[in-house]
């Protein structure tokens, strides 16, 4: 059976993706190859980040892998949070610190357009691979749900 790590420390969208995947692949997760360190994201883009991690992952173990990395792009506010949106409000912040900061920065805005991007970095026998998907959206005036 063909196996992968999944470059990764969200155990929840691991376990997604392998209901997803069934059992036609064997998906490995970071602890699987006794990686227990934060992978570095030190990228400008999605697209370096989740580069990033997909090459700590190859260029230490010579194993296929995969990462990826999601940013927020309010269009208002020229593509931001983007590749900040996890620590927007700031290193060691909640996503509940995150929200607020947004809605504070927003207030009084007409254009609430926004996107939420995803780029994936597949990495097979050495060979790096590129995938985006965009899921637009409007910014509340408000928190809802939770």
Known sequence: MKK??????????????KRIIGDGMEILSLNDINVH???P????????????KSHFIYDRFHLDCFSDDTGLEVE???????????????EGCSYEDNV????????????RKAAFKTVISLI??????????RVA??????????
């Not at 994201?41 to 990033?52: D, H, I, K, P, R």
């Not at 097979?124 to 998907?133: I, N, Q, R, S, Y």
């Open 41 to 52: 994201e030190t990228g400008v883009t999605l697209a370096e980040n989740a580069s990033q």
């Open 76 to 90: 208002a506010l020229e593509g931001a949070p983007g590749v900040y949106s996890a620590r927007y409000a700031g």
């Open 137 to 146: 959206g409007t910014i509340t005036t408000e928190k809802h749900g939770s």
């Open 4 to 17: 992968i790590v999944f470059a990764t420390n969200n155990f929840n969208k691991l376990n997604e993706l």
């Open 37 to 39: 360190e934060d992978i």
């Open 124 to 133: 097979l026998d050495g060979k790096e691979t590129f995938f985006e998907g």
């Open 100 to 111: 607020n900061k947004l809605l504070r920065e927003m207030k009084g805005m007409e254009n």
